[in-house]
């Protein structure tokens, strides 16, 4: 490890969120291509923690890893954007983006907030840092062990910000 | 008043809005409960004529009288029990605890066809994962991707299918006495234990921090908010102020949003996060700040907690004047870190040892987890703070540690080999990552050679042993 890399490492944990740049230093980011190509997962995961629940969950086996702290790796190209991993993982730190579309992004997140959202819902767009940056639609809620997986669409441009969603009590 | 069946008299009163429980005997200062597990004694009241019950572990029942104690009370005029009945138990191992440690050793000893007794002082088995309604990390095998309680459900389950196991609920164990005799009390009975081995998972208690005012009503163990919210969903107040950013405080966080309370701030002395970033990033982008190198300066309120003041430190931790910010919160809770409880270890004579990476005076032992009281075992959090992987991996060591010396043959082989992976896996595996550096060192200075266990055993020898 380099200097440059403790460096970054220090700040996402004073910060308490991830920066896009610091994702793509780590590798954690998939390739342009790979991302245009359709849905994709990506984990922010950057600590060696005593974790590997998505590695065997992962239909594809697209998930490698060798020891139970590793950092998990995607490999983008087995990768089918199913959304098992946003599912089971507890960090509640594996998201699918899809900026495959010309009109739109989609985000897959994992929620665990009532109400519960339903297909149509409009709902808040909340960054890393838990701005409001806008609004999205619901277009598919699936649930697993009580963790909801929920696709949003949202604006262009916004795939890769967009990581928490909030539904207005009804 | 009414209250659920399965519930203590303290979460009966929370939920109604009662948070004062008693006043102090000096000062006659209000006292609501803080931990919720039984450790702490700020619930205690008046029930049925008994005074300082604690009510946090008190099941609920039609027709109880419970009233508020002002400071020191009398003792009740009658006995409350017309007998008490007293019992004698051989078994071939006592488990103390039933948490995650406890219950994994239970389970596999019992599997194995010893006869078990379980002892908690809770009317239920689970420990710590009772209240745990987040996911758990770890692997598939170890419960990965369970919810906590869902772990404890799925352990009592196959216990109450062995036949060869007897569980003690609502009973503390009190103390270890000559000849290897264990003493264990219910509300209505006496036990006395004569066990061949012992594995005390007593686990630990919240640590308390000192500010003004912090006896106040709703300054609570963040384990204890978690027990009112999550064990019996009772929703502990309207607006948060965390204190500590580990895992606990974390977690803690999170599962507040989720009850709908207001998370106003986490602060955190340290200039950086305690806890694991994933936790950390779960509650950031709900909005939920984290202030590093910021202290809790006091609280204000009447008769619970209206207020709460926080303060920047320097490096020296000392607070920037100038620097206060004030919250309107109903609720502080501490998140400051754990103490091991192993005062059964101290008193039945165990040779101890304070190790500040692990939280506080814990048991010197073996790598398979022996004290220097001969077949007296210590795992999960009693034994260092880690967490609910590690102490169940500690149970399964003690468990197949116990099963070593009483197996012979192939029979031997096969427990020396399993307990050999379990050791290899906990030590050079999990805890190998570097987040879980300063527990795994707390660790290392905690366990000694068998070679060194049995110059310590005759340098302070124990007073007494199982056999
Ligand atoms: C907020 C929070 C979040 C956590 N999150 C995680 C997580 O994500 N992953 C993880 O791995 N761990 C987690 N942990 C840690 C984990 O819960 C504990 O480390 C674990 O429960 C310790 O297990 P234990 O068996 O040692 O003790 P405990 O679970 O504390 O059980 C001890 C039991 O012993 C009983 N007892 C004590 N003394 C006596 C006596 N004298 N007589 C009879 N009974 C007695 C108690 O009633 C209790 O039931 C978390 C803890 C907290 C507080
Ligand atoms: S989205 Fe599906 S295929 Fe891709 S890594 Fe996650 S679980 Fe595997
Ligand atoms: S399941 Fe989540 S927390 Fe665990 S290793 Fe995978 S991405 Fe990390
Ligand atoms: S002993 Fe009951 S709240 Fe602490």
């Not at chain 1, 974790?51 to 490999?75: E, G, L, S």
Request: hydrophobic share 40%.
């Amino acid at each position: 490890m380099n200097l440059g890399e403790i460096m970054l490492d220090m700040d996402y944990r004073r910060r308490g969120y991830i920066e896009i740049e610091e994702l793509k230093e780590l590798g954690l980011l998939p390739p342009r291509d790979r991302l245009e190509k359709g849905p994709v997962a990506v984990l922010e995961c950057p600590e060696q923690i005593p974790c590997n629940i998505c590695a065997p969950f992962c239909p594809t086996k697209a998930i490698q890893m060798k020891k139970i702290i590793d950092i998990p790796r995607v490999d983008w190209n087995k990768c089918t954007g199913c959304g098992v991993c946003v599912a089971v993982c507890p960090g509640l730190a594996a998201f699918v983006v899809d900026l495959s579309k010309p009109e739109a992004d989609y985000v897959t997140l994992p929620y665990e907030f009532l109400p519960v959202p339903v297909k149509g819902d409009s709902v808040i767009l909340l960054n890393r840092r838990g701005e409001r940056i806008g609004v999205g639609e619901v277009t598919r809620v699936w649930e697993r062990n009580k963790t909801y997986v929920v696709t949003v669409k949202v604006p262009k441009g916004f795939g890769m910000e967009v990581r928490g969603i909030w539904v207005e009590r009804r | 008043m009414e209250a659920y069946e399965g519930e203590s008299i303290a979460i009966a009163l929370y939920a109604i809005g009662i948070d004062v429980f008693s006043w102090s005997p000096k000062l006659g200062r209000p006292r609501g409960p803080l931990c919720m597990i039984g450790k702490c004694s700020s619930c205690f009241m008046i029930v049925d004529g008994v005074p300082n019950t604690k009510t946090c572990r008190f099941p609920v029942r039609e027709g109880l009288r419970v009233e508020r104690q002002r400071g020191w009370t009398t003792p009740p005029p009658k006995p409350i029990i017309d007998e008490v009945e007293s019992l004698e138990i051989k078994t071939d191992v006592l488990i103390i605890g039933g948490g995650p440690a406890g219950l994994e050793a239970a389970s596999i000893l019992s599997k194995s066809g010893f006869n078990v007794v379980i002892v908690d002082e809770h009317f239920k088995l689970g420990g710590q994962l009772l209240k745990q309604t987040h996911k758990f990390f770890g692997s598939v095998d170890l419960f990965g991707g369970m919810r906590g309680f869902q772990i404890a459900e799925a352990y009592v389950k196959n216990l109450l299918s062995q036949p060869n196991i007897r569980v003690l609920t609502e009973t503390v164990v009190y103390g270890v006495f000559r000849g290897g005799l264990v003493s264990a009390v219910s509300p209505s009975k006496y036990y006395l234990i004569k066990p061949r081995a012992v594995i005390a998972a007593t686990g630990a208690q919240e640590k308390l921090l000192e500010f003004p005012n912090n006896d106040l009503p709703g300054v609570m163990g963040a384990g204890g908010a978690q027990t009112i919210m999550n064990e019996y969903g009772v929703k502990p107040g309207e607006r948060a102020l965390v204190v500590g950013s580990g895992n606990v405080g974390l977690i803690i966080a999170y599962q507040l949003l989720q009850a709908g309370v207001k998370v106003e701030a986490i602060v955190e002395i340290l200039r950086e996060i305690g806890g694991w970033f994933v936790h950390a990033a779960k509650i950031r982008r709900y909005g939920v700040p984290i202030l590093t190198g910021h202290t809790i300066n006091y609280v204000v309120g009447d008769s619970r907690v209206e207020k709460a003041v926080v303060v920047a430190v320097d490096e020296k931790f000392n607070p920037i004047a100038g620097s206060e910010k004030e919250y309107n919160v109903d609720l502080v809770l501490l998140a400051i870190g754990l103490e091991p409880d192993a005062r059964l270890h101290a008193q039945a004579g165990a040779l101890m040892k304070y190790i500040p990476e692990l939280g506080g005076l814990i048991p010197l032992r073996t790598r398979e987890l022996e004290t220097t009281v001969r077949n007296l075992y210590v795992a999960g959090d009693s034994s260092g703070i880690e967490e609910a992987t590690t102490a169940i991996l500690e149970g399964r060591i003690a468990a197949y540690s116990i099963m070593s010396k009483y197996s012979d043959g192939e029979k031997a082989i096969s427990v020396e080999k399993e307990l050999d992976k379990t050791l290899k896996f906990l030590w050079d595996e999990y805890r190998s990552s570097p987040l879980l550096s300063r527990a795994r060192r707390g660790k290392e200075l905690a366990t000694v050679s068998k070679e060194e266990m049995e110059e310590l055993r005759r340098k302070y020898p124990p007073p007494v042993e199982f056999r």
